[in-house]
């Protein structure tokens, strides 16, 4: 992937950088991320960002370390 220099307003380079440290992200992955959401969110304004976000945390989990969905109405008829 090819990189460029953007400049950037300091203070939203903190609070990334910040986020970035809870998150387990660089700075430019947290710059990423926000942008992705953000570029979602605008594409999908009938969903919160916050089910945005997790989505896309979810779609970049690696597969084996996924869980199978089950239904509540399946899970519900196994412990009965």
Do not use: C
């Not at 609070?15 to 992705?36: D, I, L």
């Not at 969110?41 to 969905?69: H, K, Q, V, Y």
């Amino acid at each position: 992937m090819a990189s460029i220099s953007v400049r950037m307003d300091e203070a939203l380079v903190n609070e990334a950088r910040a986020a970035a440290k809870t998150e387990y992200r660089t700075v430019q992955g947290q710059m990423e991320f926000w942008a992705r959401v953000g570029r979602a969110a605008l594409d999908n304004p009938d969903l919160p960002a916050s089910f945005i976000a997790e989505s896309l945390m979810s779609l970049a989990e690696p597969r084996e370390e996924a869980t199978p969905f089950v239904p509540r109405s399946a899970a519900h008829k196994r412990r009965a």
